[in-house]
């Protein structure tokens, strides 16, 4: 007995000592706002620590803080460029998958933090939710390959590309149906040290769960996808990629509210309301 109760103690710390390793490799980012300006921080428990740049380009703390309470929460990314990935989980497609990664490209215009309101245009019909994971660039990126591809992932956070279906359906490019103003929620977090290629995703519409799925289902690879990518364009530190969106959608009307939860990173949560011209 006396054995086994060693035994058992050993395990426990053993395991206490894992998690406490794995917390101190994760770190969380948010961008926040008090008064007039904008700034970076470093979020530990209920206080932001401030942050003399973007955490990927080597910001460190200033020793101001705040408390949570008091920051209004921004999108946690500024990016120059982003890149969308469709058809990317089995889920969401039908037949064979493409032999190579469906990729477009919408304007950070677009982005949105959480708790800001999801804008639909006065003409938009079918405006349609999207939960997916969004991954941050930490390096410039060109011609990486797919083995090195994960030195250049800096973290990731939760995402709502939100799509009007009938322009993606009947405009000759999905700039307008998938890039207008505030059509593009991320948050509430940008998350270091996280297993992305283990995540699970869930989107709920008014509180009601309608996707989920994990990241290792994802047709083509988060380091996949950076590789790719690279190939073509030279990836900035900051700059985002989207994993793409599983499952079926629906549309969403004004005072409906979604949620995206990432694991690890939090949730996302975004109202749509009506707008006019």
């Known amino acids: 007995m006396r054995h086994t109760t060693i035994g058992l103690t050993v395990l426990l710390i053993s395991l ?24 970076w921080g470093e979020l530990e428990g209920e206080t932001v620590h401030r942050l003399s740049d973007a955490p990927y380009l080597g910001g460190s703390r200033t020793g101001e803080t705040v408390a949570l309470s008091q920051a209004e929460l921004r999108a946690p990314v500024d990016p120059t460029q982003i890149f ?15 032999e190579y990664p469906g990729l477009f490209l919408v304007p950070p215009s677009s982005i949105i933090g959480p708790e800001q309101n ?46 009007e279906r009938l322009w993606q359906r009947n405009d000759i490019q999905w700039s307008r149906a998938k890039g207008s103003r505030t059509f593009n929620a991320v948050g509430p977090h940008l998350v270091t040290g996280l297993d992305y290629d283990d995540l699970d995703i869930e989107g709920r519409h008014n509180g ?14 988060i380091d996949y996808m950076l590789h790719y990518v690279s190939q073509y364009f030279t990836l900035e530190p900051g700059d985002l990629i989207w994993t793409g969106t599983m499952g ?30």
């Open 84 to 98: 969308m990935t469709a058809f990317n989980f089995r889920s969401h497609i039908t037949g064979d998958p493409a």
């Open 248 to 277: 079926s959608t629906r549309a969403m009307e004004p005072g409906d509210v979604y949620e995206v939860e990432v694991e690890g990173v939090g949730v996302l949560r975004n109202r749509v309301v009506q707008g006019t011209r």
């Open 118 to 163: 999801i804008v639909r245009p006065p003409d938009a019909r079918a405006l349609h939710y999207e939960a997916e994971m969004v991954v941050v660039v930490g390096r410039r990126a060109e011609n990486v390959s797919v083995e090195d591809a994960g030195d250049y992932v800096f973290g990731v956070a939760a995402g709502n590309d939100v799509s």
């Open 208 to 221: 009601e769960r309608v996707q989920g799925e994990n990241t290792s289902d994802l047709i083509f690879s």
């Open 16 to 39: 206490a000592w894992s998690e406490s390793a794995e917390a101190q490799d994760t770190a969380r980012y948010v961008r926040y706002e008090t008064g007039a300006s904008i700034a």
